[in-house]
């Protein structure tokens, strides 16, 4: 966070927060996202993911993360486009959502973390109800930074567990009526 310090005429120090948010940047596909630096809890080579089978393709495996077993999203794959192909740029960033048994890591694979932001609130604007190719109920705000547009992810919704589960129950249905 940066602080503003002005001095008052009688010399005492007022000290004016300006709240700066910092955000972790990353690519998918071609599209640049945020979330608050606050969500991230580590963030993580590609090794070792097991895939799982009869899951949704939004679902790329799981990781043993120091003895715990943590699922990961193919992010791309979530947000509608295609399942990432893995390079050596690809990485899993790790946050924790909430759950009906207190929080749960989850990893989220990306393409490509490029850095991390402070953006005043000055620069973030509601998500416009289109423009978008994904939904925009996962879309959280628009950060302008420059001459681009960043779209801030609303981590609680794009990995909300009730409805991964809830889809994937689906797909599962799904699957048995055709097989």
């Known amino acids: 966070m940066s602080n503003l310090i002005r001095k008052e005429a009688g010399g005492n120090a007022l000290a004016v927060q300006e709240q700066v948010g910092q955000y972790l940047t990353f690519l998918v596909g071609s599209e640049s996202f945020a979330i608050s630096i606050l969500d991230v809890k580590e963030i993580i080579e590609i090794a070792n993911v097991t895939p799982v089978p009869l899951t949704p393709d939004y679902i790329h495996g799981v990781i043993n993360l120091r003895g715990n077993v943590v699922p990961v999203i193919d992010l791309s794959a979530r947000l509608k486009h ?9 990485c899993i960033v790790l946050v924790e959502v909430d759950a009906l048994e207190g929080a749960q890591l ?3 694979l990306v393409d490509e973390v490029r850095e991390i932001l402070e953006i005043p609130p000055a620069n973030i604007q509601p998500a416009p109800d289109f423009g978008s190719d994904i939904r925009t109920d996962f879309i959280r705000a628009m950060a302008r930074v420059g001459d681009v547009f960043i779209i801030l992810l609303a981590i609680d919704r794009v990995l909300s567990l009730a409805e991964l589960s809830q889809l994937h ?9 055709t097989s």
């Open 169 to 177: 129950s689906l797909a599962h249905e799904q699957e048995s009526l």
């Open 106 to 108: 989850i990893g989220m």
């Open 82 to 90: 295609r399942c990432a192909e893995v390079s050596k740029r690809s």
